[in-house]
Every structure is written in structure tokens, then in C-alpha cells.
């Protein structure tokens, strides 16, 4: 077991243990990449444990520099830290998933990862480019039968290149039908999706934990308000006043109650930040606790709405959000 200095830790359904509060890397494409680099050494310092990041992100060769700085000067230990990275679309056919994972690892330069998981339901036409797009620009949809996808995945854990493998953006069926597998080696260990007060997943929520999977919030202090992703006129959640009120109440910021409720609510959150002050706050998420009516107060906030609303793949057949959760 992780030998944390904060031992918050949930079991996963596989026996290995995941910290439940990660720090989030994804940045936008006009950040520059040794800014993750920066922020990914100073979490560690601070006392993240549980570090995400993506094969899509392009920036895990400078992860993986912070976090063999990290291990070479002493601050942890490579089996203290718990590292998530994940199966791009266009990797979708059975014989792309080791490969790569094997990419991820030679760019991290690592032996192996915590957990590897399948960045969302929707494949992409396989090959090299992250967003095949035809001659109007329209990006190129596939269909893979994700059950032979996650067969794959199942083969990388027994390889030992992943400790854990889990789901990202997927909805209640989807569970069920890899689930519900002939020959299941391997449940999901999670499920990793937009979570946060307008967006809180509660029927989700509730299935997953009838079936020991976790559930893991991204965008859980609403957007990265990224123009890319997330229009100019999508709300505010760190400004919203119910929020703040709690926040006022406790002494704390929006974002750290944001996180609390989570946690609360037996979620693991991720935060991401570049600046050290919001990083450094993000961590304290231990030391208060939200009333019963706080937490009822902020699921009143919830709207079902989503930053990342997966626009351009709504016509496929394996859309995630066309069922209620």
C-alpha cells in the first residue's frame, strides 16, 4: 500500500489504492508545455500524490521530467505516486492498445503506469494524426467495438504496463456492456467524467458505486475556459453566489469547497491549476468539512450542464450523452 504522507487514499476494486485528490495537467495549446512541467513539480512538492495526464495532451514527456526530478531529488518515492494517462481515440483497435501505452511509457520514460484508461467512447479514424479530419475539415469518426478495445486494455495490466485500467466519458450502458463481457478478466477500477455543482452526475454517481467502480470529476471547478472547448457565454461556477456563500461561511475559497463536495460525496476530484497559490489551496480540502445543508444547497445547483459537450462526434453511434447518465 501507498506509504502517504496524506493517506487519503480509495480502494479500487482491483486492490490497488488511487489518492482522491489528483492534479489535473491538461493545458491549452497556447500554454507552453514546460508550464505543466513547472506546476507538475510544484504539486509534488506541495503533496499531490495522484497525477493525470493524457497521450492527447502532448506534454507527457515533460510529466514524466517532473517526475523523475521529483523522485531523483528525494521528495517520492516512484510507488507513492499514482499516474493516469490515457487511451486516445484514434488507438481504439485491439491492436493499438499496447503500442500506445508503450508511446506513453517511452515519452514518460517509466516501466509502468497506475492506471490506463480509455479517453472516451467515441473512435476516431485510426493512424497517428490526434484529430483525422476529411477535406471540409470534419473530423473522421470510426466505430470499434470498445468490448475488444477493453480486452486489449486487459492484456496491458496482465503485461504489468499498467497497474489499473479504467473508463473516461462513458454512460451507464456503456458500463454494462463491458461489464456484461463474456470472458471478463478485469472490471473498469473507474469512470472518469466531467463532474462539478451544474454537472453532478448523480445518477452516475449512484451506479457506479453499486458496481465498485469509481467515479473520477475532471472540470470539477467548471472549465478550464479553454475557447476551444468552452464557449463565452458557458456560467461561471466560482462565481456563482450559493457557492461562494458556503465558501464565505467556511472561510475558503469557491474552488475549495468545490472540491470538498466531491470528496464529500465519495468522488475522486481532480484540480488543475498552473499557479502555485490555486495549487497550494486546492490541496487544503482536508482540514474542513461542509454541513449536510451545504452539500444539499450545492446539489441544488445542479443543471446538467456541460463544458465539454463532445459536439463534434453527436452523430455517433457510441455518443455518450445521449442517455440521461
Not at 2 to 27: E, I, Q, R
Not at 191 to 197: A, G, R
Not at 271 to 281: D, G, P, Q, T, V
Not at 301 to 319: I, S, T
Request: neutral net charge.
Amino acid at each position: 500500500m501507498m506509504d502517504l504522507k496524506h493517506s487519503h487514499l480509495v480502494k479500487l476494486n482491483d486492490g490497488h489504492f488511487m489518492p482522491v485528490l489528483g492534479f489535473g495537467t491538461y493545458a491549452s495549446e497556447d500554454t507552453p508545455k514546460s508550464k505543466a512541467q513547472e506546476a507538475t513539480k510544484v504539486a509534488i512538492d506541495i503533496g499531490f500524490r495522484h497525477i493525470d495526464s493524457a497521450y492527447v495532451y502532448q506534454n507527457e514527456e515533460e510529466i514524466g521530467e517532473a517526475l523523475r526530478e521529483k523522485i531523483a531529488d528525494g521528495t517520492v518515492k516512484r510507488e507513492n505516486l499514482f499516474y493516469t494517462t490515457k487511451l486516445w481515440a484514434t488507438f481504439h483497435q485491439p491492436g493499438l492498445v499496447q503500442p500506445a501505452l508503450e508511446k506513453s511509457l517511452k515519452k514518460l520514460q517509466l516501466d509502468y503506469v497506475d492506471l490506463f484508461i480509455v479517453h472516451m467512447p467515441v473512435s476516431l479514424k485510426a493512424g497517428e494524426e490526434l484529430l483525422p479530419k476529411d477535406a471540409n475539415g470534419k473530423i473522421i469518426l470510426d466505430r470499434v467495438d470498445l468490448r475488444d478495445t477493453w480486452e486489449a486494455l486487459e492484456k496491458c495490466k496482465d503485461a504489468g504496463l499498467t497497474k489499473s485500467i479504467g473508463v473516461s466519458n462513458f454512460n451507464h450502458k456503456q458500463l454494462e456492456s463491458i461489464l456484461n463481457k463474456p470472458g471478463l478478466k478485469y472490471k473498469p477500477t473507474c469512470n472518469q467524467v466531467e463532474c462539478h455543482p451544474y454537472l453532478n452526475q448523480k445518477k452516475l454517481l449512484e451506479f457506479c458505486k453499486s458496481k465498485d467502480i469509481v467515479l473520477v470529476a475532471y472540470s470539477a471547478l467548471g472549465s478550464h475556459r479553454d475557447p476551444k472547448w468552452v464557449g463565452p457565454d458557458s456560467p461561471h461556477l466560482l462565481e456563482d453566489p450559493i457557492l461562494n456563500a458556503v465558501a464565505k461561511k467556511h472561510k475558503r475559497t469557491p474552488a475549495q469547497v468545490a472540491l470538498r463536495y466531491q470528496l464529500q460525496r465519495g468522488v475522486v476530484v481532480l484540480a488543475k491549476s498552473f499557479n502555485e497559490k490555486r495549487i497550494k489551496e486546492n490541496f487544503e480540502v482536508f482540514n474542513f468539512e461542509l454541513t449536510p445543508e451545504d452539500m444539499k444547497s450545492i446539489d441544488g445547483l445542479n443543471r446538467n450542464f456541460r463544458y465539454d459537450a463532445l459536439e463534434f462526434a453527436m452523430d455517433h453511434p457510441d455518443f455518450p450523452y445521449s442517455e440521461e447518465y
